[in-house]
């Protein structure tokens, strides 16, 4: 079983920048697609990126794409969301996921999740 710890979430201004983390604990971390998602107040979770198990194929929401970047270090068992440019619409408590199939992520279909870390976003 995988456990994941995100972290580095926080208040920014808008224009401003984020990284957020995604620390993996358990077996077999680069058998695992990951993916980032959010959840807004009042709204459902959506997807905002995956990438692959080795990290060579990655895929973003249009919401986020050009300002997002999500990676990988396996050797770390840690997953990376680079978030530049923020907009207060970014705001949201945002969750990594982890499954055995890349082409799951984006439809939400996750086997374990983290406890999510808050980003907020300022005007």
């Known amino acids: 079983q995988v456990q994941l710890v995100e972290s580095g979430g926080g208040l920014v201004q808008a224009g401003g920048s984020l990284r957020l983390s995604c620390a993996a604990s358990g077996p077999s971390f680069s058998s695992y697609a990951m993916g980032w998602f959010r959840q807004a107040p009042g709204k459902e979770r959506e997807f905002v990126a995956r990438?692959?198990?080795?990290?060579?194929?990655?895929s973003y929401s249009d919401s986020v794409k050009g300002r997002f970047t999500i990676t990988r270090d396996n050797a770390k068992n840690t997953m990376y969301l680079q978030m530049n440019s923020l907009k207060p619409e970014d705001t949201a408590v945002y969750y990594c996921?982890?499954?055995?199939?890349?082409?799951?992520?984006?439809?939400?279909?996750?086997?374990?999740w983290g406890q999510g870390t808050q980003v907020t976003v300022s005007s």
């Open positions: 996921g982890a499954d055995g199939r890349f082409d799951r992520i984006v439809r939400g279909m996750i086997d374990y």
């Open positions: 990438i692959s198990l080795s990290g060579r194929a990655t």
